[in-house]
């Protein structure tokens, strides 16, 4: 790290200027000619390349406290694309890069003494210090300066004495922290240990070893990265390095514990460090990257935990693109600006998928009895950017070997499997979500939803739900809101029933029923989400006297008179659904709804028996699961659709969510669709692909409860790589079929499947394989000369 207490003198023909509090503004003075790189790791090594390449006239200088051969690690990871964008800037890096690489194609994933090879994967590494080297050579080829074993000045002074000051002091930048007011970071520590070590000796393949002690789980991730050594990095959660004793201070011990813990993978050699540390990875972000003229590259801005490999790779992408940034505008704050516009999105994706896969090994013990296979491949698609597909392309002899052990049929996709719940037989996976159309006059549903359901049900779905129907009149979200409160409302129901069961055999139809309680008597979405009706209000009622956010009406706590009339509502609606035709019941406790009021601490604040513990919190939306289980028939099945977490602090816990699920178990649900927030306006959710996915498959494992996924999952392949992984037993999509109705057929026809999982209506069947479409490609060239 860099940053010093005192400001150094200034080297010959430099005039001192004091140190001030805020850098000089990147105003519109043309490219910078004095370029200061706080750092040298390979970030900051490579944009100092990169920018004095870009115009040979700048004097570019990095600071490093360390000496040239200190380093943390021992050996990097590089994809091909960032490779790609190295050999395009400066092919001289690249050719020296490629000599040293240590290349391989597969992953070995060793589980109770179970050995699982995946291939395909292409590889390319190299040792840290070599990596370094190379750089330090072309840095000095290309009359960067290099000043080792120095610590920088205080920014503010390189900021008023260069055009341009790039902050790649790493993850413990004092760059950042000395405008942290501006940049605004945040870090998270997470909850495993880890340290980095090495072997002797070049492992033949990407291994994945899990070793299950008596105090709990450890796993090593390992890779080659020279002919004769490769990394070794040891993980555990927290409480397991401290019960197993290797919070001791004799760090030479727990790497020749390491050594005998991974003794197999390690055929009994030993491991050695290089002033290795057992350290706990941070999550970095920052809500800026750049403030004047001081950038932030690298670790200082970003990190990602290192079981995806991209800590260094961000970082080359990182000065790769501020180079070219820097190039493409004449002025630093365009230039600055447009950096940080082009990195930040691939970043944030980098981060959730980093994210997914560091949960995934801090929950490792939850998923150690999966099936073997599906083990492996659980871990292989742990970051949710290697999936069924893209594996598939990869190994198709390992992944049809996850589907055979699955119980895939031959040549059936895993989302076209059947799945049973109670009476109900699903022909394939996939379900259309609850969506609220708000489409209805009186709580009737018309032709409009005739359509609106019966195109899904032809579309070749398993399993359409309608929007939240709600048991009252009190109890609608809009005055478009459906009902089953009147007999008229039952009659049009079993209407859309008929017409789904007739048209679309093999498809279920599934009723969710709720009371929107304090989010009740507001405007159709399109007209102002979550707005109070200006007029023809209704009352509100809740757990407690919260109103949903300011503005909104305050509700009335609901009293146990009223709490049984609701109860009884609930039952009614439940005997008019039954008659109507339903296949299945989902009763709504999620999205700040009246049951999800309930279960929430933060909108229950009751003092009687329905508030307090989770277990109070439970009392009244387990009445009236009871009382719909007892009204709803034996032979149906019925699931909960909860929200896993609130996404505000003080809200339902993950651990939370689990007991919740397995309440609702315990009473007879068959399945919880497991969803989150919208329970308070000032939620933060972390959105991302398939983003509620881990909650889901936490409480499938730990309950044993099958579950409904739902959230951003929009391909059939994202639906296929969960269900194979066992993360999910349903899939439930909501805006792909809004915007296609037939999106199951579609996916069956894409996958060339047409079997018992997929039925296509006998006026469509002829539509049943993608249309062909005209030519796109032009001719290649057939001969390239060079000048």
């Known amino acids: 790290m860099a940053g010093a207490v005192t400001v150094p003198a200034p080297s010959a023909g430099e005039t001192a200027r004091p140190a001030t509090t805020n850098p000089r503004p990147a105003g519109r003075t043309g490219r910078p000619l004095r370029v200061a790189v706080i750092g040298g790791g390979p970030g900051g090594l490579y944009a100092a390349a990169l920018l004095k390449r ?92 290099l000043r080792f074993r120095t610590e920088a000045p205080y920014p503010a002074w390189l900021a008023e004495t260069h055009d341009l000051v790039v902050a790649a002091d790493g993850v413990h930048s004092t760059t950042r922290e000395a405008y942290a007011h501006v940049f605004r970071p945040r870090s998270t520590s997470h909850r495993c240990r880890y340290i980095w070590l090495a072997a002797d000796f070049a492992l033949d393949a990407f291994r994945f070893e899990i070793a299950e002690t008596g105090h709990g789980v450890a796993q090593l991730h390992a890779y080659p990265y ?3 050594a490769s990394t ?13 004793g290797f919070g001791e201070p004799d760090v030479r011990q727990s790497v020749e514990r390491c050594a ?9 050699r030993p491991l050695r460090s290089d002033n290795s540390q057992w350290s706990t990875f941070r999550t970095v972000v920052n809500d800026r990257w750049s403030y004047g003229n001081v950038v932030l590259l690298g670790d200082a801005a970003h990190t990602a935990h290192f079981s995806i490999g991209s800590g260094t790779k961000l970082a080359v992408e990182d000065a790769l693109a501020l180079a070219a940034c820097l190039r493409e505008h004449e002025d630093v704050a365009e230039a600055l600006t447009a950096y940080e516009a082009e990195r930040r999105p691939v970043v944030a994706s980098t981060q959730r998928a980093a994210r997914a896969s560091l949960e995934w090994f801090e929950e490792l013990a939850a998923h150690l009895d999966r099936p073997p296979r599906q083990f492996a491949f659980s871990l292989l698609t742990r970051s949710r950017r290697v999936t069924h597909d893209n594996l598939r392309l990869r190994d198709a002899h390992f992944t049809e070997a996850v589907e055979r052990e699955f119980g895939c049929p031959p040549g059936t996709p895993p989302m076209f499997t059947p799945f049973r719940l109670r009476g109900l037989t699903l022909r394939n996976r996939v379900v259309v979500s609850p969506m609220d159309m708000y489409s209805c006059a009186e709580g009737v549903p018309g032709d409009f939803h005739l359509v609106h359901l019966g195109a899904r049900a032809l579309g070749g779905a398993g399993l359409v739900m309608t929007e939240m129907v709600c048991v009252s009149a ?35 139809l599934g009723v969710q029923l709720g009371h929107a309680g304090r989010k009740g008597s507001t405007k159709r979405m399109w007209e102002g989400m979550d707005e109070p009706l200006e007029d023809g209000n209704w009352p509100l009622v809740a757990a407690s006297p919260i ?40 009763l709504h406790c999620a999205h700040g709804y009246l049951l999800s009021g ?46 896993a977490t609130d996404w505000a602090e003080g809200g339902t816990t993950a651990e939370e969510a689990v007991e919740i699920a397995r309440a609702f178990a315990a009473h007879g649900a068959d399945a919880i669709d497991v969803s989150t927030g919208q329970v308070v306006a000032e939620e933060q959710p972390e959105y991302g692909r398939s983003y509620q996915t881990p909650f889901a498959d936490r409480i499938r494992h730990e309950t044993g409860t099958p579950v409904i996924a739902v959230g951003a999952i ?64 032009a001719p290649k060239p057939r001969l390239t000369l060079g000048t």
């Open 474 to 508: 009190e109890g609608r979200i809009t005055p478009g809101c459906a009902g089953l409160y009147t007999g008229r409302q039952a009659d049009s129901w079993k209407r859309i029933a008929e017409f789904v069961h007739r048209e679309a055999p093999g498809t279920a």
């Open 226 to 228: 020279a002919v004769d």
């Open 232 to 244: 070794v990095i040891v993980e555990m959660r927290e409480e397991v390095w401290r019960a197993a």
């Open 54 to 145: 870009l115009d040979p006239a700048r004097e570019v200088t990095v600071w490093e406290r360390n000496a040239p051969d200190d380093t943390f690690g021992f050996g990097v990871v590089l994809s091909d694309e960032t490779l790609g964008g190295i050999e395009h800037a400066d092919p001289a890096v690249y050719r020296s890069l490629r000599a040293e690489f240590v290349r391989w194609d597969d992953i070995d994933i060793v589980h109770r003494g179970v050995r699982h090879t995946s291939g395909g994967h292409g590889f390319a590494a190299l040792g840290r210090k070599r990596l370094l080297s190379v750089l330090h050579d072309r840095c000095r080829a290309l009359g960067v300066e």
């Open 598 to 643: 309930f279960l929430s601490p933060l909108t229950n604040t009751r003092t009687d028996a329905y508030g307090g513990s989770l277990a109070g919190r439970l009392r009244f939306p387990l009445e009236v699961f009871d009382a719909v289980r007892a009204a709803w028939p034996e032979e149906r099945p019925m699931t909960v659709r909860i929200s």
């Open 260 to 268: 005998e813990l991974f003794a197999d993978p390690l055929g009994g």
């Open 547 to 586: 109103p949903y956010k300011p503005g909104s009406r305050v509700p009335r706590e609901l009293c146990r008179a009223q709490l049984t009339d609701i109860r009884e509502q609930f039952a009614a609606a439940t005997w008019r659904a039954a008659r109507a035709g339903f296949d299945l019941l989902e």
């Open 714 to 777: 929009s391909s059939w392949d994202d639906v296929n790589s969960l269900i194979l992984a066992g993360r999910a037993d349903l899939c439930a999509l909501g805006r792909p079929h809004l915007y296609d109705p037939n999106w199951t057929l579609h996916a069956a026809a894409e996958q060339g499947y047409d079997g018992p999982g997929i039925g296509w209506p006998a006026p469509y069947r002829a539509g049943n394989r993608p249309p062909r479409t005209g030519r796109t490609d």
